[in-house]
C-alpha cells in the first residue's frame, strides 16, 4: 500500500470535489493520500473528517505557489500539516488574490475573441477557491471552442506570448520556505522537473526543506535517481504525488500513480509529530488546526 501526497480539489484548479478524491483513493487502494490545493487549505478539514469515517489516512497541505528570482522561475512547495496555518494565510490569500485578479483582467480579452457568457466561467468556481485560468478554459470547452485544457488554444491565450496573459507577483520562495517552517509544517519541493528547480536545491536544504517530490510521473528515470540520491545525501524525506487534477490534465493520470512509500510516509508524519501534531492510525488530532483554518471561505471577486 502507498499514499499519493499531491492531490487537487475543485478548492483550486482541479475537477473533483474532495469527497471524490478521497472516496476514489480509496478505492484505488491507496491507504494514505493528501490534499494539496494551490494556496489554500480551505478542503482539508472535510477531507480529514471523511478520511476516518471510511478508513483513509488524509494528510492535510497545500501546495504553495513561489518565484526564485534569482533564477527566474517558480518554484512550488508542499506544505504538509501545519500546526499553525495563520502563519501562511496572509501569503496565500495574497497570492489568490493576486491570481484571481489577473484573471479576472484575462475575462474581457478572452470574451472579445471567444464570446460566451461570463456567468459560464463563474459558475464552475468553488466558493473558497479563487479565480483559475482552468476556470475560464473550462468555458470554452462547455462552450464548444475546444475539447482539450491546455490545447493549442490555452498556449494562445496564456502562453509565454498568450494574448490573455496577465502576470502577479509571487512570494520569494525563501520567504515562503521561512514561513511555512515558522507554522510547523513539513516543506517538500514539488516535482524539481516541471520548471527546472536543480540549481536551487542546495539552497533550500541551507533553509529548511525537509524533502522532495521524488516520485513523479511526468518526470524521467534519471530525475528520480538524482533526486532520489540528492535526499539520501542530506536525509530528506522521498514523497511522490500524482498531481491529480481530475480532468484539468494535458494526460490522463488515475490518483496514486505517483506516491510515497510507507516508510517515507512515516518519517513525514514522524516530522510533523515532532513539530507538534498527534496522528493516530486512521486520522490527525485536528486541535490545532482547526482553530486557524476558515469554515465559509469567501471568493474576494465578485460575479
Given at each position: 500500500?502507498?499514499a499519493?501526497?499531491?492531490?487537487h480539489s475543485v478548492?483550486?484548479?482541479g475537477t473533483l ?9 480509496k ?5 494514505a493520500v493528501a ?7 480551505s478542503?482539508?478539514n ?5 478520511g476516518s469515517?471510511i478508513g ?5 497541505g497545500?501546495?504553495?505557489?513561489s518565484?526564485d ?5 517558480k518554484v ?8 499553525d496555518?495563520s502563519?501562511?494565510k496572509p ?8 491570481r484571481?485578479?489577473s ?6 480579452i478572452v ?8 456567468e ?13 485560468k ?5 468555458a ?9 485544457i491546455?490545447?493549442?488554444?490555452f498556449?494562445?491565450l496564456f502562453?509565454?506570448?498568450g ?8 512570494p520569494?520562495v525563501?520567504?515562503a520556505?521561512?514561513?511555512?517552517r515558522e507554522?510547523?509544517?513539513?516543506c517538500?519541493l514539488a516535482?524539481?522537473?516541471?520548471y527546472?528547480?536543480?540549481e536551487i536545491?542546495?539552497?533550500l536544504i541551507s ?10 510521473p511526468?518526470?524521467k528515470?534519471?530525475d528520480?535517481?538524482?533526486l ?10 522521498i ?6 487534477h481530475g ?6 493520470l ?5 506516491f ?8 513525514l508524519i514522524?516530522l510533523?509529530e515532532?513539530?507538534?501534531?498527534t496522528?493516530?492510525s ?6 490545532n ?7 465559509q471561505?469567501?471568493?474576494i471577486?465578485?460575479?
Amino acid at each position: 500500500m502507498s499514499a499519493d501526497l499531491h492531490c487537487h480539489s475543485v478548492y483550486s484548479d482541479g475537477t473533483l470535489t474532495v469527497k471524490e478524491i478521497i472516496l476514489l483513493a480509496k478505492a484505488q487502494g491507496l491507504h494514505a493520500v493528501a490534499i494539496t490545493d494551490h494556496d489554500t487549505f480551505s478542503g482539508c478539514n472535510e477531507a480529514v473528517d471523511l478520511g476516518s469515517k471510511i478508513g483513509i489516512t488524509v494528510i492535510p497541505g497545500a501546495e504553495i505557489s513561489s518565484y526564485d528570482y534569482k533564477r527566474n522561475r517558480k518554484v512550488h512547495l508542499l506544505c504538509y500539516m501545519p500546526q499553525d496555518e495563520s502563519i501562511i494565510k496572509p501569503m496565500t490569500d495574497l497570492t489568490t488574490k493576486l491570481r484571481t485578479r489577473s484573471v479576472l483582467s484575462a475575462v474581457p480579452i478572452v470574451l472579445k475573441h471567444y464570446p460566451i457568457p461570463q456567468e459560464m466561467i463563474f459558475s464552475s468556481v468553488t466558493p473558497g477557491s479563487g479565480l483559475f485560468k482552468q476556470h475560464i478554459m473550462t468555458a470554452l470547452i462547455n462552450a464548444g471552442y475546444t475539447n482539450d485544457i491546455y490545447g493549442e488554444l490555452f498556449r494562445s491565450l496564456f502562453g509565454k506570448n498568450g494574448i490573455a496573459k496577465i502576470p502577479y507577483r509571487l512570494p520569494d520562495v525563501f520567504d515562503a520556505l521561512k514561513l511555512i517552517r515558522e507554522s510547523g509544517a513539513v516543506c517538500v519541493l514539488a516535482h524539481p522537473n516541471v520548471y527546472n528547480s536543480y540549481e536551487i536545491i542546495p539552497e533550500l536544504i541551507s533553509n529548511g526543506l525537509d524533502g522532495i517530490e521524488v516520485n513523479y510521473p511526468r518526470a524521467k528515470d534519471s530525475d528520480h535517481e538524482v533526486l532520489g540520491e540528492l535526499c539520501r545525501k542530506n536525509d530528506l524525506i522521498i514523497t511522490g504525488g500524482t498531481d491529480f487534477h481530475g480532468r484539468n490534465t494535458s494526460s490522463p493520470l488515475k490518483i496514486g500513480t505517483g506516491f510515497a512509500t510507507d516508510e517515507q510516509l512515516d518519517k513525514l508524519i514522524a516530522l510533523a509529530e515532532k513539530r507538534g501534531h498527534t496522528f493516530t492510525s486512521k486520522n490527525i488530532n485536528k486541535k490545532n488546526f482547526n482553530k486557524t483554518v476558515d469554515k465559509q471561505p469567501v471568493l474576494i471577486y465578485n460575479k
